[in-house]
């Protein structure tokens, strides 16, 4: 079962524009959100995370919109660049454990200039 | 070192041949963990290490993967009789440990491909 679910699989978004993927979790025990940037024949590094007592964390470009009630989140790129392809993982974990983080299935993203 | 480093980057054998990849997480990092993740696809969770004991070894897809962690460093992920379906990038990745809530920093991985 897929604790993470994540969507869309794949996003192409003009220079400029705004990317919005989308994670769906059911564990109400997860309390770290992280997400992941990984390019060709890299692993992936870590972007940008949140803990659910805020909801919204903004970096730079980069925003993580959380809503606890609906066990959703969202990671928004503003003015994306094409430099920002690559593919994102959203994932989950009960932080206190550092057990499994939960992965999602990843979006792969393309900034067309 | 100052990253996860993994080795070999590439690696090619032939089925049914024995392969070991390595890995030397983070000075200081307690946690280590193996992901695999097939071309195009998500990340699968293999196995996970706190200091040299695996609490999780439930992500292992079958007999032919073992691993092991010794002085609470390197790792080696042992594939045994290589199928063609094993051949994925294999990933690293490092944490300072439960109760600590900090995330994880992966290597870039080693490329198996079993011909």
């Known amino acids: 079962q897929q604790q993470v679910k994540q969507s869309p699989q794949s996003l192409i978004v003009q220079k400029g524009g705004i990317s919005i993927i989308n994670c769906a979790y059911e564990?109400?025990?997860?309390?770290?959100f992280p997400w992941y940037q990984q390019f060709p024949g890299k692993g992936p590094a870590l972007l940008i995370a949140?803990?659910?007592?805020?909801s919204e964390k903004k970096e730079g470009r980069f925003t993580i919109s959380f809503n606890k009630s609906a066990k959703q989140f969202s990671l928004h790129i503003m003015d994306s660049q094409p430099g920002d392809s690559a593919t994102y993982f959203c994932?989950?974990?009960?932080?206190?454990?550092?057990?499994?983080?939960?992965f999602g299935t990843g979006t792969s993203l393309t900034v067309i200039p | 070192g100052a990253g996860v480093s993994q080795s070999p980057s590439n690696k090619v054998t032939e089925k049914g041949k024995d392969v070991e990849l390595r890995c030397d997480p983070i000075?200081?990092?307690?946690?280590l963990y193996w992901y695999r993740q097939s071309l195009g696809q998500g990340l699968e969770f293999l196995i996970y290490?706190?200091?040299?004991?695996?609490?999780?070894k439930s992500g292992l897809p079958s007999d032919r993967f073992s691993a092991e962690r010794t002085g609470g460093s390197v790792s080696t992920l042992t594939i045994q009789r290589t199928q063609q379906e094993d051949s994925a990038v294999y990933l690293c990745?490092?944490?300072?440990?439960?109760?600590?809530?900090?995330?994880?920093?992966f290597g870039e991985g080693s490329w198996l491909t079993v011909v």
């Open positions: 990745a490092s944490s300072l440990g439960q109760h600590s809530g900090n995330t994880i920093y």
């Open positions: 564990n109400t025990a997860f309390d770290y």
């Open positions: 949140i803990r659910p007592d805020v």
């Open positions: 994932a989950a974990i009960v932080a206190n454990t550092g057990n499994q983080f939960y």
């Open positions: 000075s200081g990092h307690t946690a």
């Open positions: 290490f706190q200091g040299n004991s695996a609490p999780d």
